[in-house]
């Protein structure tokens, strides 16, 4: 193995930490949102999807911190094969690769859990739907 094997993941460890930077900051913005409409109107909907929502930061906080593992890593590897250190350099590659697919796994599990989130919303305006015209008017005689 060369020198530029592992440098080969960069890019690609580089994109998918500000992918995850950029859902860690989403669902924060996401979570302060629902806080505040929680306090004004408890909304059983709010409520379950900031448990939805949680469940998500912890998996984002673990994608972060797999991927950050993966790119150090992949940056010890290069390190081992600078210093001629094969087999060092091997064995800290092969272990970047598995940070790299658990974190991949973290995502997956984490777009899964916002799929359900969005289920759950979807659900809520079903409910409401059923109650009201297309332009959010109740029907006549309609408590």
């Avoid at 193995?1 to 930490?17: D, G, R, V, Y």
């Avoid at 924060?28 to 409409?37: F, G, T, Y």
């Avoid at 991949?104 to 984490?110: D, G, K, P, R, T």
Wanted: charged share 15%; aromatic share 6%; proline share 3%.
């Amino acid at each position: 193995m060369t020198l530029t094997t592992p440098a080969l993941l960069f890019p690609a460890i580089s994109l998918l930490l500000l992918a995850y930077t950029n859902r860690f900051l989403v669902l924060s913005q996401i979570i302060r949102k629902l806080a505040d409409e929680e306090k004004t109107h408890h909304q059983e909907v709010a409520t379950r999807q900031i448990e939805l929502l949680h469940k998500r930061v912890v998996l984002t906080k673990y994608m972060q911190v797999a991927g950050v593992l993966s790119f150090l890593l992949c940056t010890l590897s290069m390190f081992g094969l600078y210093l001629h250190l094969e087999l060092a350099g091997v064995v800290l590659f092969g272990a970047s690769l598995i940070s790299l697919s658990l974190s991949l796994i973290f995502s997956l599990w984490e777009v899964l859990i916002s799929t359900n989130a969005l289920n759950v919303q979807v659900a809520a305006l079903g409910q409401k739907g059923g109650n009201e015209d297309g332009a959010g008017r109740k029907p006549p005689g309609a408590v």
